[in-house]
């Protein structure tokens, strides 16, 4: 695990090296800030039992208040009911996925600690700061959130940003690693319309570091710039396509 921020009371903690096998390559992030922690998109259960193992170093299970998924995917939510019944934490879900959560398992005796988030986001306090659940709606998922660290001035942005084979941490050369971006976005999103809507947004906040859930994290001004520029001209999705789908022979 590797600390991204640690000032005072307040950390910023990165795993990268949780996932086995075929499984696609995916981080975990965990704010601390005054005894309290926030666990973002803690995968599915191979992930789970390592993740909360390393955890210990970091704090104690009562000490997890929130759970954060970005969107409803399989290596977000999987591990939901472990993490509900091994803590107290609450659950915070697109309010469009909550009544599709419960088929991966979750048991009715947590499933009330889930709590849906609107449409035009929230704040949530963890050990009294407060950070932003920003709406990213369509990027890739129709109930889809990103998370401003106002302290860090880290924006954690799920699979916005994800890159696949790119073996880093974090982005050396931007124009080198656009490749390792680019099949995703223009075949996930189905749209530059989102893309665009998140880049007013994105300049609008402080940013440091942006944190992808998938591969490497674009840390440093010229390199946010640099990604939010890229976002905002981005072709993807149905532009990209003809107009009629092929019927097979």
Known sequence: MLELYSEGEHKSIFANDLSVGTMVEANQHIIIHNGEAII???????????????????????DIKYLFFSHQDPDIIAAANGWLMVTDAAALLSALWMRFIPHFGVDEYVINRIQPIPDEGMVVTVGGVDLKVIPAHFLHSPGNFHLYDP??????????????GADKDFVEDFDAHVMFMEEFHKR?????????????TARQLDI???????????????????????????????????????IPQ
């Open 188 to 200: 996930y999103i189905a749209s530059s319309q989102p893309l665009k809507m998140w880049a007013k």
């Open 208 to 246: 440091e570091i942006i944190a992808p859930q998938h591969g490497a994290m674009m840390a440093g001004k010229e390199n946010v710039e640099r990604f939010i520029s890229w976002i905002d001209s981005l072709s993807c999705g149905v532009e990209l396509m003809g107009d009629s789908f092929p």
């Open 40 to 62: 973002l998109d803690p995968g599915g259960h191979k992930v789970y039992t390592k993740l909360f193992a390393q955890l210990s170093s970091y704090c104690k299970a009562s």
């Open 151 to 164: 302290v860090s001035k880290i924006l954690y942005t799920g699979d916005l940003g994800a890159s696949l």
